[in-house]
């Protein structure tokens, strides 16, 4: 069984930091880019951020780019994403999200596997 759990959400003012944590199990995911995506109430999910199994390629959307890196541990099934310089608009529930590595750079991430998500809020 696939489990992806995430943890490190919560509240933070604007302009602080927030790392996020996601341990996968259950299978190897060597075919898969590991990332976060986000949903804010009202609107639909979207992509944050992507890293590849050998940790040699990352992806980002254009809103964090800058402010957020994403790295993976040493044992390849933890990936962290690491929040800077956070914004009131950051606000959502992060989801971790096994992505198809074929689409990790494209315009259109796509989440095979995903976990149950944290709140990140972020006060102005």
């Known amino acids: 069984q696939v489990q992806l759990v995430e943890s490190g959400g919560g509240l933070v003012q604007a302009g602080g930091s927030l790392r996020l944590s996601c341990a996968a199990s259950g299978r190897t995911f060597n075919n898969y880019a590991m990332g976060w995506f986000r949903q804010a109430p009202g609107k639909e999910r979207e992509f944050v951020a992507a890293i590849n199994w050998s940790a040699s390629i990352t992806s980002f959307a254009a809103s964090v780019k800058g402010r957020f890196t994403i790295s993976r541990g040493n044992a390849k099934n933890t990936v962290y994403l690491q929040m800077n310089s956070l914004k009131p608009e950051d606000t959502a529930v992060y989801y971790c999200?096994?992505?198809?590595?074929?689409?990790?750079?494209?315009?259109?991430?796509?989440?095979?596997?995903w976990g149950q998500g944290t709140q990140v809020t972020v006060s102005s």
């Open positions: 999200a096994a992505i198809r590595l074929s689409t990790m750079t494209g315009a259109a991430p796509r989440g095979d596997y």
